[in-house]
């Protein structure tokens, strides 16, 4: 049951409304529309003649929608009358409008009507009969009909709404896949075509009936093929002169049957009869449905060039061969030659021209050469030392094996196999190498650590065969650091700083790698620490000019014992917050960098480092402050064209987040204010003027400054340093030549250090 109230009559009453459903079957439902006097003030109570109320259903009721009740005394809740109204349920559940109404013409008269929806069930259905009498027929590879006859019964709700047709498939061999449906169709539909099928494949299908009620039962199909794929691949082995294992990989198919053929000297092709299995005389072979790798055996193999080919073959509607049967395209094994003498093997190892190490193993190996395709049975490796003594070593099925030779020099070596055939092959070529000792090396200098610059490698070889070349290279912290490639007759190497200078109290890997005359190779490593002495420690003297730019005049210290000369100086600019930039380098004594933007009224520092001829540095940090009153300007690249702001310099800040808006519908008719996102970007503008007594020159100066530059670094007298761009205005009485008044607009940029 579901309630509504109306509106409330003098603070005493209201009319409400009661609606349910008081019966109901498949197709139809009663409707309860309950009259109700409720009060509101329980101090009040109503008497009244000549009461009268009213319910209606979607604005429609089966009898009297006005009911009248004469004379009425209220003092508490009365349900005067219930209204009952037929309705006729649809296929899905219905909404219904309940509406009643009361009216007391005297005490605390008036009419108050109320409303409420009531939800009737939709007609409850059974379950649909399935379609009866389906068949399933192929078209083509891409296409299958399916037909039936209708079955529905209306008269028992089992009416058809919907049919549906759904298939599964494999593909290329494989397992099936699941059920999907294809389409559905209108309830008087009679048959469908599906379509869009591919090669290679087994479908199944089926067609069931729906309804509200549920699905009906599916009615399936067997399976339907449609043409198989050719096999994989054919491959043939011979096993004797006469007979050949012939294998058919047809696992990209629904197999049902395989077809063999075979030519002989490429003539024509002829169907295969018995074997193992035994072949029909149309070239099946018995028993293999489902089977996808199949290795039949030709025991009668005819001599010569044999080739076999291969296809499938699969009835389209399962394994009914009294029906269509579908074929794949041949497909053609390799070329087998019956019982020949094998062609001359390729040797792998050793190498021509290749070196090997005496007294240690080494692999002879090599790769047969059988036209006929038959494993090899049996090899000789004949063998001529450097005393040209010739041994052969004889081998079975192994296509390599390990020798160890036992004295230096030359050797040749050549390979034969036999196959099925009686004969040994052909030898092949001979390989030519030699068997030696590696080349015996050491490094003799730098003896310990590395002290001065430049410093010499050194090192002695012996190696009977001679030495072709040499490489010494030299590693720091893993990272190789310096390479040189020498002739045989090289025993030491001088490097100077400008080749290769190490970093001071890095560790060196100083390695020797040696190629003799043989062909082999070996290297040696010794570790050397870098020591360098260091400089003296430099000063330095800051000063700032007329353009508020820092002067820094660099001083070499005097080096004492142990120390190095000073052979140059560097000046970084280091600010409040760490970072650092370079200001000058490769200074000599008493030489002057200048920083033309350092900041004003803040404390900061200038780091001075001096360099020795090693590399080796000290550094020295400088305190360094710029007063000034006013704000500064410079222009171009190197900031080094300046403009002083003058008298009544003045500064505005101006910093602007950007952001977007957006109007979202409420949906509820109000004008809603927008709703803002920040962007993640900032604009920041700084607004400058000065103003000058009358100076020609300087008027000039300002103008050609704002022609010529569109950036510009400032720098204010609070510490604030900011790379912009300038649009400026300068202005001045002309008649009077007072003052010269300058103003610019600053938007701020991404930081830029100058060019020095």
Same mark, same amino acid.
């Given at each position: 049951?579901?309630?509504?109230?109306?509106?409330?009559? *003098?603070?005493?009453?209201?009319?409400?409304?009661?609606?349910?459903?008081?019966?109901?079957?498949?197709?139809?439902?009663?409707?309860?529309?309950?009259?109700?006097?409720?009060?509101?003030?329980?101090?009040?109570?109503?008497?009244?003649?000549?009461?009268?109320?009213?319910?209606?259903?979607?604005?429609?009721?089966?009898?009297?929608?006005?009911?009248?009740?004469?004379?009425?005394?209220?003092?508490?809740?009365?349900?005067?009358?219930?209204?009952?109204?037929?309705?006729?349920?649809?296929?899905?559940?219905?909404?219904?409008?309940?509406?009643?109404?009361?009216?007391?013409?005297?005490?605390?008269?008036?009419?108050?009507?109320?409303?409420?929806?009531?939800?009737?069930?939709?007609?409850?259905?059974?379950?649909?009969?399935?379609?009866?009498?389906?068949?399933?027929?192929?078209?083509?590879?891409?296409?299958?009909?399916?037909?039936?006859?209708?079955?529905?019964?209306?008269?028992?709700?089992?009416?058809?709404?919907?049919?549906?047709?759904?298939?599964?498939?494999?593909?290329?061999?494989?397992?099936?896949?699941?059920?999907?449906?294809?389409?559905?169709?209108?309830?008087?539909?009679?048959?469908?075509?599906?379509? *869009?099928?591919?090669?290679?494949?087994?479908?199944?299908?089926?067609?069931?009936?729906?309804?509200?009620?549920?699905?009906?039962?599916?009615?399936?199909?067997?399976?339907?093929?449609?043409?198989?794929?050719?096999?994989?691949?054919?491959?043939?082995?011979?096993?004797?002169?006469?007979?050949?294992?012939?294998?058919?990989?047809?696992?990209?198919?629904?197999?049902?049957?395989?077809?063999?053929?075979?030519?002989?000297?490429?003539?024509?092709?002829?169907?295969?009869?018995?074997?193992?299995?035994?072949?029909?005389?149309?070239?099946?072979?018995?028993?293999?449905?489902?089977?996808?790798?199949?290795?039949?055996?030709?025991?009668?193999?005819?001599?010569?060039?044999?080739?076999?080919?291969?296809?499938?073959?699969?009835?389209?509607?399962?394994?009914?061969?009294?029906?269509?049967?579908?074929?794949?395209?041949?497909?053609?094994?390799?070329?087998?030659?019956?019982?020949?003498?094998?062609?001359?093997?390729?040797?792998?190892?050793?190498?021509?021209?290749?070196?090997?190490?005496?007294?240690?193993?080494?692999?002879?190996?090599?790769?047969?050469?059988?036209?006929?395709?038959?494993?090899?049975?049996?090899?000789?490796?004949?063998?001529?030392?450097?005393?040209?003594?010739?041994?052969?070593?004889?081998?079975?099925?192994?296509?390599?094996?390990?020798?160890?030779?036992?004295?230096?020099?030359?050797?040749?070596?050549?390979?034969?196999?036999?196959?099925?055939?009686?004969?040994?092959?052909?030898?092949?070529?001979?390989?030519?190498?030699?068997?030696?000792?590696?080349?015996?090396?050491?490094?003799?200098?730098?003896?310990?650590?590395?002290?001065?610059?430049?410093?010499?490698?050194?090192?002695?070889?012996?190696?009977?065969?001679?030495?072709?070349?040499?490489?010494?290279?030299?590693?720091?912290?893993?990272?190789?650091?310096?390479?040189?490639?020498?002739?045989?007759?090289?025993?030491?190497?001088?490097?100077?700083?400008?080749?290769?200078?190490?970093?001071?109290?890095?560790?060196?890997?100083?390695?020797?790698?040696?190629?003799?005359?043989?062909?082999?190779?070996?290297?040696?490593?010794?570790?050397?620490?870098?020591?360098?002495?260091?400089?003296?420690?430099?000063?330095?003297?800051?000063?700032?000019?007329?353009?508020?730019?820092?002067?820094?005049?660099?001083?070499?210290?005097?080096?004492?014992?142990?120390?190095?000369?000073?052979?140059?100086?560097?000046?970084?600019?280091?600010?409040?917050?760490?970072?650092?930039?370079?200001?000058?380098?490769?200074?000599?004594?008493?030489?002057?960098?200048?920083?033309?933007?350092?900041?004003?009224?803040?404390?900061?520092?200038?780091?001075?480092?001096?360099?020795?001829?090693?590399?080796?540095?000290?550094?020295?940090?400088?305190?360094?402050?710029?007063?000034?009153?006013? *704000?500064?300007? =410079?222009?171009?690249?190197?900031? *080094?064209?300046?403009?002083?702001?003058?008298?009544? =310099?003045?500064?505005?800040?101006?910093?602007?987040?950007?952001?977007?808006?957006?109007?979202?519908?409420?949906?509820?008719?109000?004008?809603?204010?927008?709703?803002?996102?920040?962007?993640?970007?900032?604009?920041?503008?700084?607004?400058?003027?000065?103003?000058?007594?009358?100076?020609?020159?300087?008027?000039?100066?300002?103008?050609?400054?704002?022609?010529?530059?569109?950036?510009?670094?400032?720098?204010?007298?609070?510490?604030?340093?900011?790379?912009?761009?300038?649009?400026?205005?300068?202005?001045?009485?002309?008649?009077?030549?007072?003052?010269?008044?300058?103003?610019?607009?600053?938007?701020?940029?991404?930081?830029?250090?100058?060019?020095?």
């Amino acid at each position: 049951m579901v309630e509504g109230a109306g509106n409330i009559i *003098g603070g005493g009453w209201r009319c409400c409304v009661q609606a349910d459903i008081v019966s109901q079957n498949a197709t139809q439902a009663v409707i309860g529309v309950h009259i109700i006097y409720r009060r509101t003030d329980p101090s009040r109570w109503v008497a009244s003649d000549a009461v009268s109320g009213g319910a209606w259903v979607n604005g429609v009721s089966t009898s009297t929608n006005t009911v009248n009740f004469g004379y009425r005394s209220f003092n508490g809740d009365v349900d005067l009358h219930t209204q009952q109204v037929t309705v006729t349920k649809q296929e899905s559940a219905q909404t219904f409008s309940c509406r009643a109404f009361l009216n007391i013409p005297y005490g605390l008269p008036g009419r108050s009507e109320a409303h409420v929806n009531l939800t009737v069930p939709g007609i409850t259905y059974a379950k649909p009969n399935p379609p009866k009498n389906v068949s399933w027929t192929r078209v083509n590879d891409s296409s299958v009909k399916a037909a039936w006859q209708s079955n529905y019964d209306n008269a028992a709700r089992k009416y058809w709404k919907q049919i549906y047709a759904d298939q599964c498939v494999g593909l290329n061999g494989g397992t099936q896949g699941a059920w999907g449906l294809v389409k559905a169709l209108n309830w008087d539909a009679l048959n469908y075509s599906y379509t *869009g099928l591919k090669a290679n494949a087994r479908y199944q299908f089926r067609v069931a009936a729906q309804n509200p009620g549920g699905v009906s039962d599916h009615v399936y199909s067997g399976y339907i093929y449609t043409t198989p794929a050719a096999p994989v691949a054919v491959n043939a082995v011979k096993l004797s002169e006469q007979s050949v294992r012939v294998t058919v990989d047809a696992s990209k198919s629904y197999v049902h049957g395989i077809r063999l053929r075979r030519r002989v000297n490429g003539g024509e092709w002829a169907d295969i009869t018995g074997g193992t299995p035994g072949a029909t005389a149309e070239g099946w072979l018995p028993d293999i449905n489902g089977i996808q790798n199949v290795t039949w055996t030709d025991t009668a193999a005819p001599a010569g060039q044999v080739q076999y080919a291969a296809l499938v073959g699969r009835p389209v509607y399962g394994d009914d061969n009294s029906k269509t049967t579908l074929f794949s395209d041949w497909t053609y094994s390799n070329t087998i030659q019956t019982a020949v003498a094998p062609s001359a093997p390729t040797i792998l190892n050793p190498t021509q021209n290749g070196a090997y190490v005496v007294n240690q193993p080494m692999t002879v190996a090599w790769k047969p050469n059988h036209p006929d395709g038959s494993a090899q049975s049996a090899a000789q490796v004949e063998v001529t030392d450097p005393s040209d003594v010739t041994v052969i070593e004889e081998q079975t099925t192994n296509t390599s094996y390990q020798r160890t030779p036992k004295s230096c020099g030359s050797y040749r070596i050549r390979v034969r196999t036999k196959g099925i055939h009686a004969d040994w092959g052909a030898w092949s070529n001979y390989v030519t190498f030699t068997v030696a000792e590696y080349p015996n090396i050491s490094i003799n200098e730098p003896s310990g650590t590395i002290t001065a610059t430049p410093f010499t490698v050194a090192w002695t070889v012996a190696d009977d065969t001679g030495v072709s070349s040499q490489t010494l290279i030299i590693q720091s912290d893993g990272v190789e650091k310096y390479r040189k490639t020498m002739d045989g007759s090289t025993r030491s190497l001088r490097i100077g700083a400008s080749q290769y200078l190490p970093n001071n109290n890095s560790t060196l890997t100083i390695t020797l790698v040696v190629r003799g005359g043989s062909g082999l190779e070996s290297s040696t490593s010794v570790v050397r620490d870098v020591d360098w002495p260091g400089p003296a420690e430099p000063m330095a003297a800051i000063e700032s000019n007329n353009d508020y730019a820092a002067l820094v005049i660099v001083s070499f210290g005097v080096p004492e014992e142990g120390q190095s000369e000073t052979v140059s100086a560097s000046v970084i600019r280091v600010m409040p917050d760490g970072s650092e930039v370079l200001i000058a380098s490769n200074l000599l004594d008493q030489q002057l960098a200048v920083d033309p933007i350092p900041p004003l009224n803040t404390d900061f520092h200038y780091r001075v480092v001096a360099y020795s001829a090693m590399g080796t540095t000290i550094a020295r940090m400088v305190d360094a402050r710029i007063e000034s009153g006013f *704000g500064v300007l =410079n222009f171009g690249s190197d900031a *080094g064209q300046t403009l002083l702001l003058g008298y009544n =310099n003045t500064v505005s800040h101006k910093r602007s987040h950007s952001t977007s808006e957006f109007h979202f519908a409420r949906g509820d008719g109000v004008n809603a204010l927008p709703s803002s996102y920040e962007l993640d970007q900032l604009d920041s503008t700084v607004s400058v003027t000065g103003v000058w007594e009358w100076d020609q020159a300087l008027w000039l100066r300002i103008l050609s400054l704002a022609d010529e530059y569109p950036y510009a670094w400032y720098r204010e007298p609070s510490g604030l340093r900011v790379y912009v761009k300038a649009e400026q205005s300068v202005s001045v009485d002309i008649a009077d030549r007072k003052n010269i008044t300058y103003s610019a607009d600053l938007t701020q940029l991404t930081w830029e250090e100058p060019i020095l």
